[in-house]
T-cell receptor, first 115, second 113 residues
Framework: DGGITQSPKYLFRKEGQNVTLSCEQN?????MYWYRQDPGQGLRLIYY???????QKGDIAEGYSVSREKKESFPLTVTSAQKNPTAFYLC??????????????FGPGTRLTVT | GDSVTQMEGPVTLSEEAFLTINCTYT??????LFWYVQYPGEGLQLLLK?????DKGSNKGFEATYRKETTSFHLEKGSVQVSDSAVYFC????????????FGDGTTLTVKP
């Protein structure tokens, strides 16, 4: 089955540690995205990548970093510079340029708790 | 910049009631519009979409019509079920720079038997 996997589902870290969230897709999608979701709020875009080896900052990129070395993978690192990292993180992908609708398909999410 | 405004929730309905969740947007040109649904602890699932004015998206009894004149994309369902209880998000993707999508804050729907 094609889809997006995120691991782990729950992640706990101590303040001051960097942590990397995994996102893998086997949909052959060109574009991938990372969102942050806080309770009772919508999604905020952290980073997105439309092709391998290229990515752009979203609305809340400070304190986060990404890489896109392979089409299938788009890991997100939450650094110690992120002031309030506890949140639900969602990865998504979509087909790339040339397709009008660009609907996004989401993974199941990773809930990160930093204490 | 682009924005999406959804009616504030939570919304509580009895089973078989009519559902409307309002969504209005601000964007230049002709964005694509979407409704997503999120069940507790899960990611978002695409519910329906519309890519041009007057398009009607539909799926699982839900419908929404792209209204350019009122910049709206209201979600409707004629008869809700308990299983429809979830959070619903309205979203847009602009006509240019497809990576920069914008989501509303979500509306929580609870359907009681």
């Amino acid at each position: 089955d094609g889809g997006i996997t995120q691991s782990p589902k729950y992640l706990f870290r101590k303040e001051g540690q960097n942590v990397t969230l995994s996102c893998e897709q086997n949909l052959n999608h060109d574009a991938m995205y990372w969102y942050r979701q806080d309770p009772g709020q919508g999604l905020r875009l952290i980073y997105y990548s439309q092709i391998v080896n290229d990515f752009q900052k979203g609305d809340i990129a400070e304190g986060y970093s990404v890489s896109r070395e392979k089409k299938e993978s788009f890991p997100l690192t939450v650094t110690s510079a992120q002031k309030n990292p506890t949140a639900f993180y969602l990865c998504a992908s979509s087909i790339g340029q040339g397709a009008r609708t660009y609907e996004q398909y989401f993974g199941p999410g990773t809930r990160l708790t930093v204490t | 910049g682009d924005s999406v405004t959804q009616m504030e929730g939570p919304v509580t309905l009895s089973e078989e009631a009519f559902l409307t969740i309002n969504c209005t947007y601000t964007a230049t040109g002709y964005p694509s519009l979407f409704w997503y649904v999120q069940y507790p602890g899960e990611g978002l699932q695409l519910l329906l979409k519309a890519t041009k004015a007057d398009d009607k998206g539909s799926n699982k009894g839900f419908e929404a019509t792209y209204r350019k004149e009122t910049t709206s994309f209201h979600l409707e369902k004629g008869s809700v079920q308990v299983s429809d209880s979830a959070v619903y998000f309205c979203a847009l993707i602009p006509a240019t720079n497809a990576g920069k999508s914008t989501f509303g804050d979500g509306t929580t729907l609870t359907v009681k038997p």
